[in-house]
């Protein structure tokens, strides 16, 4: 059995990139190991959340785990917030963690890119506080979408230096885990890049049948099929691999072909794709209804949750504490 850690920002709802990228391993994964699902509220803060959003965000991403599937009886729970012991880790950690290799980190460099106006020292460490939140329970696998690969290699290297600066194998170096399967990208429906919370371009689990038409309908395409056998443009490819997950194979086969005759009509490429993300997402978007009505119930999986999640936590702090030297006066 391994011990698995996996987390989601509350920045927004969840779309389907977070689902197919991440939480749908989440589901096969409570059943054979010790998992730990967390809202990562904590780095949330970076982009500035006012408090009151910040708090519907993260019962908005709760509610949106269970509806998923995730299983409070099997796996542990929580949010980040609730086990303040993940803070501490993290401050120790930052003594080991260089200003020149959190500045080259990717994800670093395209917030400063993106966000001028605020490149705060949460951002930059934000691959520290992730490194925490794994290693603080022993993680050996951590499943993740493809834009996360960068901060595991950097969760592995702090978990190394530690265990070398104290002489000890202490933290195990956790791996991605995906049951075997590679690490996917779901794109957006903008033609290039990932769907992801900040750039506008995904589609939300919790979207009706109305906005996934109108999104789908909209999204980039390119002029069309100059002839046969044509290498697929980039937004065409992507509506592909958007179809992949959602559809049957029998109907990606179907416009796989038509593509290569070169006698494919985009708009209904579209009209297929959208009645099939709305097949997909239309129980998952009503137990989201459900489950955010039902405060007693979110309310008790988030204080079982943190409690699970700050014992194995405390364990570990206690643990590091005294490898790094701290210890009673006698
Ligand atoms: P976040 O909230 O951006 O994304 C949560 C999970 O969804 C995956 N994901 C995607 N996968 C495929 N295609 C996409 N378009 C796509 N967009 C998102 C992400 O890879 C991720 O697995 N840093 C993390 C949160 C975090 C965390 C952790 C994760 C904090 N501490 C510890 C794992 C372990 C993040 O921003 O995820």
Known sequence: METVVSGIRSTGNLHLGNYFGAVKNFLKMQRENNCFFFIADYHSLT?????????????????????????????????????PEVTELYLLLNMNAYIGELERTTSFKDKVRSQPDNINAGLLTYPVLMAADIIIHKATKVPVGKDQEQHLEMTRKFARRFNTMYGTDYFPEPDA???????????????????????????????????????????????????????????????????NVVSDPSVVDSFKEQYNRGTIRYGDLKKQLAEDIIRFNEPVRERIEEISADSHYLNKVVKEGAAKARESAAATIKEVRHIIGYRPFV
């Open 177 to 243: 885990y995906n049951f075997g399967e590679q690490l996917v990208k779901i794109p957006g429906l903008d033609g290039t890049g990932k769907m992801g919370k900040s750039e506008g371009n995904g589609i939300y689990l919790s979207d009706t049948p109305k906005e996934i038409r109108k999104k789908v309908m909209r999204a980039v395409t390119d002029s069309g099929p100059q002839g046969e056998n044509q290498e697929m443009s980039e937004p065409v490819r992507n509506l592909f691999t958007l179809l």
């Open 47 to 83: 982009t500035h959340p006012k408090p009151s959003e910040l708090q519907r965000n993260i019962r908005q991403v709760l509610a949106e785990y269970l509806a998923c599937g995730i299983d409070p009886e099997i796996a542990t729970i929580f949010i980040q917030s609730d086990v």
